[in-house]
């Protein structure tokens, strides 16, 4: 089952850990919302895979992307070590989906990048464009 995590409509946070208190009241808000979970994922791996959403404390913008640990893949990009993102830092997690495979994470942010996924993002109301 896949789990999903939005951010940036709490208070703001600054480290994963912060984010990890807040796991089980962000699943619930996740039900509420009624985003459909995706299927085919196996709970019994040890491996995580993410496909997050990042904004810009800067201009506002989102980057999305995927990775096998978030904590570190926030560090890049807010050390200015990824070139699509370096000119827009400073950088938060804004929204997360945890997949038991990289394939089904990957897969997940392309879909955010496509006009559909775009929509479905404003439709649940975890992007603001």
């Known amino acids: 089952m896949t789990e999903f995590y939005l951010i940036s409509k709490f208070v703001g946070f600054r480290s994963i850990g912060e984010v990890a208190e807040l796991a089980e009241g962000a ?6 919302r009624g985003i459909p979970p995706i299927v ?14 990042l ?3 800067k201009d506002g913008g989102y980057y999305f992307g995927s990775t096998s ?15 699509s993102t370096k000119g827009r830092r400073l950088w938060k997690l804004h929204y997360f989906e945890k997949y038991n495979y990289k394939q089904e994470a990957m897969k ?7 006009i559909n996924g775009y929509n479905w993002l404003k439709n649940q109301k975890i992007t603001e464009r």
Not at 108 to 114: A, I, P
Request: charged share 30%; glycine share 4%.
């Open 69 to 83: 640990n978030l904590e570190n893949r926030l560090k890049t990009h807010n050390a200015g070590k990824v070139r």
């Open 27 to 32: 699943r619930l808000l996740s039900e509420y």
């Open 40 to 53: 085919g994922s196996n709970p019994t791996l040890s491996a995580m895979f993410y496909a997050y959403i």
């Open 108 to 114: 997940r942010e392309r879909f955010f990048k496509t």
């Open 55 to 57: 904004k810009s404390e």
